[in-house]
């Protein structure tokens, strides 16, 4: 991905996600360029994330707690408390499903954005903001399905590049909280990851202290990336 190849756009300041007292902004990479999708391996390798159709890293003048991470999936080894979750949610069917819009799928996603976005802009999601958020015609995207019987649980919306998988969205049900069917979700994309033979699962961004972003550092090898490039965090 070179600079000459790729038009990189700033975003304007708007409101961050995650310190309420601060601006954020990103740089996001030409969503009209035609070549979107063999960008896309190497955009994650340099720490981008995709959202809907757009590629983007945080580019932000005064702050750079937001850190790309991967986890190691090869040498990854469940805890304890996550091998609890997986003997939890034994009883679950995991499905590699076509991404994309459903009934179905969409009742769930707009159950669990009530529960965890009330009133937050995010709640009253349509069909149109469901595929737009979740999907992209150049993105390599499969829908790991979450299932109890006939019953859907969950969906971890993963993309898979040669290079690695990117976890990009997890909802599910909010009402099944004891499963912890987020941790549950990872735990199933490193074990894609392994089964299609690529190195990373890649969980977008972590923020060292932060109660929505520490649970990453759980899962173990997990590797940063900072302007020197990827390590290992201890």
Not at 139 to 144: E, Q
Not at 152 to 180: H, I, M, N, W
């Amino acid at each position: 991905m070179r600079s000459e190849q790729v038009r990189l756009f700033q975003t304007l300041p708007h409101p961050c996600g995650y310190f309420a007292e601060r601006s954020a902004q990103n740089l996001v990479i030409d969503p009209a360029a035609p070549q979107l999708d063999a960008l896309y391996g190497p955009a994650l390798e340099r720490g981008f994330r995709r959202a809907g159709g757009h590629l983007y890293f945080p580019h932000c003048p005064q702050c750079n707690a937001c850190t790309p991470c991967r986890v190691d999936a090869e040498n990854f080894r469940p805890d304890r408390s996550q091998r609890r979750c997986l003997k939890r949610n034994a009883d679950l069917t995991v499905i590699e499903a076509m991404a994309g819009y459903t009934d179905e799928r969409h009742a769930l996603y707009a159950t669990y954005l009530k529960s965890r976005h009330p009133d937050g802009g995010m709640d009253d999601a349509d069909p149109t903001d469901f595929s737009r958020f979740l999907t992209a015609p150049w993105s390599p995207t499969l829908f790991l399905e979450l299932r109890l019987g006939p019953r859907l649980l969950g969906v971890a919306v993963t993309d898979v590049c040669l290079g690695g998988l990117s976890a990009v969205y997890t909802f599910f049900d909010p009402t099944e909280q004891a499963r912890s069917l987020g941790t549950f979700a990872i735990l199933q994309q490193v074990e894609l990851a392994r089964r299609r033979a690529v190195p990373w699962l890649y969980l977008g961004f972590w923020i060292e202290g932060h109660p929505k972003m520490d649970y990453k550092r759980r899962f173990h090898p997990l590797q940063v990336r900072h302007a020197d490039g990827w390590s290992t965090l201890p």
